[in-house]
């Protein structure tokens, strides 16, 4: 297991890092906006698997391996950044599924599969996600002891930090949404919502 010290140390650290504003958690504020808490869980589910991924890769030397072919990386950057900026450009003019109609409780529908997707592309293709977790997570790893109980005890605690903080973000844009709706807003909430996307799209592809 774990020793006490090293957890005092190592929860408020990912925590930290968790809470800062990134990728994901602008997603997460996003399509909280646009389709509600509840859908965005699909995404969160699919960002917790990516980051999962990468911290045990990371711990287990697989980063290595994926950093000396950077291809993969451009790849699934390149596809998911432009999927994002095409949704954010949709959004921005109020148009396709994500787009955000008048009625507050009228949600887009867009299919469970397509926001899980879109969370593991995320989290996956994110290279400072690649860079925090090879640099953070392997020193809290001490080799005298078995690695697989620590390894899930660290990673366990990694993917409850990035979802309270995503459940945070999530519902601080539903909130935005029914304050902007409210007002009459609507065309502005999916600006501000497109823009959101494109950018994470952007930051994405170039990150």
């Not at 958690?25 to 909280?32: D, K, P, S, V």
């Not at 869980?41 to 990371?58: D, R, T």
């Not at 709706?181 to 959101?196: D, E, T």
């Amino acid at each position: 297991m774990v020793e006490l010290s090293v957890l005092l140390i190592f929860i408020p650290t990912f925590l930290l890092v968790s809470v800062t504003p990134g990728m994901c958690m602008t997603l997460a504020m996003t399509m909280g906006m646009t389709i509600g808490v509840r859908r965005t869980l699909w995404m969160m589910w699919g960002e917790l698997v990516g980051v999962g991924v990468v911290s045990v890769a990371a711990v287990l030397g697989v980063a290595a391996i994926m950093l000396n072919y950077p291809s993969l990386f451009l790849l699934l950057k390149y596809i998911g950044g432009g999927y994002l900026v095409w949704l954010g450009i949709q959004m921005w003019r109020s148009r396709g599924k994500m787009a955000i109609s008048d009625s507050i409780d009228d949600q887009p529908h867009v299919a469970g599969r397509v926001l899980f997707t879109q969370g593991l592309v995320t989290a996956i293709a994110n290279p400072k996600g690649w860079a925090f977790m090879i640099s953070l997570l392997p020193p809290f790893i001490n080799t005298q002891l078995p690695l697989l109980p620590q390894l899930s005890v660290l990673v366990g605690i990694i993917l409850c930090s990035e979802f309270i903080c995503m459940l945070a973000y999530a519902s601080g844009g539903r909130s935005l949404r029914h304050f902007l709706q409210k007002s009459g807003n609507v065309r502005m909430l999916n600006r501000i919502a497109g823009s959101l996307m494109v950018g994470v799209g952007i930051w994405l592809a170039t990150g």
